[in-house]
């Protein structure tokens, strides 16, 4: 992890408190885009231990990955793919993959679809994400990948928030331990 990233990364973030309704505090990261400097460096630092590698394609989950996965996709030169969700009103028309979510995080089961067009058997897939608990939603891209006859290098996260047997089973790299944040 780059240390000065990273300690950009822990000062830009926020817990914060939507109000009496809520029982838990809800993360912030929206500090993480505004700084020009560490929006410049997400990208690449993403991306660096997956570049010998040579992956083809990005694929990111919406929402945040839909912000995230171009920033990776450029920096490596490839082309990017959106996993888009079940129930956000968005669904894309056209032949798709899904594969549903074990419960994640908040206890749900998420229904992810990719286009078949944008995915397939030459291609060597880095996934990209803001945050990493459960891994859910990673496991149900990975089932994605493997329908479509993709390999999966790997994650890259910038906030990693998972069980170290998680992290070492989906090949999860971070820019931060969840730990590492400010509370
Ligand atoms: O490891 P997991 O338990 O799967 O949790 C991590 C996922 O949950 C968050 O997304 P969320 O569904 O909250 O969507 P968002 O990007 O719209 O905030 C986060 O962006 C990851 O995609
Ligand atoms: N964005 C996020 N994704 C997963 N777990 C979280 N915990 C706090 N914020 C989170």
Do not use: N
Not at 70 to 87: D, N, Q, Y
Not at 91 to 105: E, R, V
Not at 134 to 153: F, K, N, P, S, W
Request: glycine share 8%.
């Amino acid at each position: 992890m780059p240390a000065d990233l990273t300690e950009r990364l822990a000062t830009l973030f926020q817990w914060i408190d939507p109000g009496p309704d809520t029982s838990h505090l809800v993360s912030d990261i929206s500090g993480w885009w505004r700084d020009p400097a560490v929006l410049a460096e997400l990208g690449p630092a993403l991306v660096a231990p997956y570049r010998a590698a040579r992956p083809t394609v990005v694929l990111a989950p919406a929402v945040t990955g839909l912000l995230l996965g171009p920033l990776a996709a450029t920096a490596l030169g490839v082309g990017f793919v959106a996993a888009h969700k079940h129930g956000d009103g968005r669904l894309p028309a056209g032949p798709l993959t899904w594969a549903q979510t074990p419960p994640d995080y908040r206890g749900r089961r998420v229904d992810l679809a990719v286009r078949d067009r944008h995915l397939g058997p030459d291609d060597r897939v880095l996934v990209v994400d803001d945050w990493v608990r459960t891994g859910a939603q990673l496991r149900a891209l990975y089932d994605i990948c493997a329908v479509r006859g993709a390999e999966v290098l790997g994650t890259a996260v910038v906030a990693v928030d998972c069980p170290p047997d998680v992290a070492a089973d989906l090949r999860i790299t971070g820019l931060i331990d969840a730990a590492d944040l400010p509370t």
